[in-house]
């Protein structure tokens, strides 16, 4: 494995074909917005539930007032989905899932500027289905698998995945590395499950490793998926890749567009997305490796069987975690939210309107409270559709507030970023 640099000049300008800027350096919209200017929230939501018809709109204040997205806000018009981050300068990243372009906006007085968008497709095997993440202030990174067909050796196993990862230098948004294409291995156990590995996602660092969430997929539908997977490189050379799992949990990894890993007190906590009649686990890792001394089962805790894709870190150890409840008796509402305590391993469910969480994204924490967006869809939708804001500190799971009122219907929001 090597670390490939753009400092060949053929390869730089093969990429700047693909490369669109719609600004230069010295275009004003480029430049660092003002200190000391409020704190602006932006908020992303889709329509109907449909991935291309995706709106941001912004708010300096969460606790009042009210937004609406219909005739108001940027249309971001993804070809499938939309995947925002933004950064301490002011700065507001879209990726463009589908399409392949991480955009870059500024936003002053009400509107959202595009200042440069880059198609990155071109270094991550020609897809534009890749998934972004942001690491820091600094670096973004793009990361895909594609899996491929190859000849069936005898083993069961006719597919090998091949992981792409490039390194975005932001607010500049550049390439700054590309991590030589893996090609995962087989496994005992993909070869005993006869699964192999379609996606990773929601990659997490801690000290000098990044931990990347792993989705694997059955070839034989009657073999079931078992164990939690990780992929760990070196970071942040990106080199060094190995393929880890541990038996304490069943189910992937990757998460869904929302976080499903985090960095706290010297480890990295993992969620699995718990296959029917399995059990919501969250392990943790260090140093490369599954810690086999530590395990949290969150569906004991809460008493409830229930999925999760997605989860929030608030701080302290205290999480916000986005919750499938299967026997809702709302099907397109069946998404709860539930408190965690990684400290004390204990789960509780907020009294909160039940919603369709599944394409959640983030929400933000202030002065010890944590702020989510709740949106019932539907006919349910006709209410309570707002900012939750939630105490951290406390256990009642009535221990929150409404804010900002929102979009009643069928408005899917995303998060609050």
């Avoid at 539930?49 to 108001?72: H, P, Q, R």
């Avoid at 099907?331 to 965690?340: A, K, P, T, Y």
Wanted: hydrophobic share 40%; glycine share 10%; proline share 4%.
């Amino acid at each position: 494995m090597k670390k490939v640099r753009l400092i060949s000049l053929l390869f730089f300008s093969a990429l700047m074909l693909f490369a669109v800027s719609c600004s230069d350096d010295d275009d004003p919209n480029n430049q660092e917005p003002e200190e000391n200017t409020p704190r602006v929230f932006h908020i992303a939501a889709r329509f109907d539930g449909k991935d291309s018809e995706v709106y941001m709109a912004a708010v300096e204040d969460l606790t009042k007032g009210s937004l609406s997205f219909k005739g108001n806000g940027y249309a971001l018009n993804p070809v499938r989905s939309a995947r925002v981050f933004t950064d301490d300068l002011g700065w507001v990243y879209v990726f463009d899932y589908g399409g392949g372009y991480l955009q870059k906006f500024s936003y002053n007085n009400g509107s959202y500027t595009k200042v440069k968008e880059l198609d990155v497709a071109p270094v991550m095997g020609g897809i534009p289905h890749v998934r972004p993440w942001k690491i820091n202030e600094e670096t973004i990174l793009i990361h895909n698998i594609i899996a491929r067909d190859i000849e069936d050796e005898g083993n069961g196993i006719n597919k090998a995945a091949d992981m792409y990862v490039t390194r975005m230098e932001i607010p500049l948004v550049a390439i700054a590395d590309i991590m030589e294409t893996w090609t995962i291995p087989a496994e005992a156990w993909d070869l005993e499950g006869k699964a192999y590995v379609f996606r990773v996602d929601a990659p997490t660092v801690l000290g000098d490793k990044i931990y990347y969430g792993v989705g694997r997929r059955a070839l034989d539908a009657n073999i079931p998926l078992t164990g939690m997977h990780t992929i760990v490189l070196d970071y942040p050379s990106l080199t060094n890749p190995r393929y880890i799992r541990s038996d304490k949990g069943d189910g992937n990894t990757n998460g869904y567009r929302g976080s499903n890993m985090h960095a706290y007190d010297g480890y990295v906590y993992q969620a699995n997305r718990a296959l029917e009649g399995n059990t919501t686990m969250i392990l943790r890792l260090k140093d490369g490796v599954y810690d086999d001394s530590w395990a949290f089962d969150v569906t004991a805790a809460l008493g409830e069987a229930f999925n999760t894709n997605n989860w929030y870190h608030a701080g302290g150890g205290i999480c916000y975690m986005s919750a499938q409840f299967p026997n809702a008796g709302d099907e397109n509402n069946q998404w709860g939210v539930v408190r965690i305590d990684l400290n004390n391993q204990t789960a509780i469910k907020m009294n909160v309107p039940m919603s369709n969480l599944f394409g959640y994204q983030n929400g933000v924490s202030i002065d010890g409270q944590f702020y989510m967006a709740v949106s019932p869809v539907g006919s349910a939708g006709e209410s309570d559709p707002f900012v939750y804001i939630f105490d951290i500190e406390s256990t009642d799971p009535n221990a929150f507030t409404t804010g900002l009122e929102l979009d009643k219907g069928n408005i899917f929001v995303e998060g609050i970023f």
